[in-house]
């Protein structure tokens, strides 16, 4: 079995930062890309950032400049150092794992989701 659990979500005031992090656990041989994504009610769940293995990132344009993806391979683990949050920002944060696992034939790869952790922005 594999586990994804983020934490560090909270309140905060526009211009203030918090910190992300997400660690995956269980029976796992790989992690490919780790990467996070957010929602709000009625929208689409967006892509935010992500990272690769070898440490190759992406963000979204909205949060280029101000967010910063990162990840300890050694922890399994994926962090969002999110600086100068607007209220926009507000919205449930998931990070997304893909994890090379070992399944009855060898080793697949599939897609982890955390339970999701919640970021207000204050204005």
């Known amino acids: 079995q594999v586990q994804v659990v983020e934490s560090g979500g909270g309140l905060v005031q526009a211009g203030g930062s918090l910190r992300l992090s997400c660690q995956a656990s269980?029976?796992?041989?790989?992690?490919?890309?780790m990467g996070w994504y957010r929602q709000v009610p009625v929208k689409q769940r967006e892509l935010v950032a992500a990272i690769t293995s070898g440490g190759g990132t992406n963000y979204a344009d909205s949060v280029k400049g101000r967010f910063t993806i990162s990840r300890d391979n050694a922890k399994n683990t994926v962090y969002l150092q999110m600086n100068s949050l607007k209220p926009e920002d507000t919205a449930v944060y998931y990070c997304?794992?893909?994890?090379?696992?070992?399944?009855?034939?060898?080793?697949?790869?599939?897609?982890?989701w955390g339970q999701g952790t919640p970021v207000t922005v204050s204005s």
């Open positions: 997304n794992s893909e994890i090379k696992r070992r399944n009855v034939i060898g080793i697949g790869t599939y897609s982890y």
């Open positions: 269980g029976d796992i041989f790989a992690i490919n890309a």
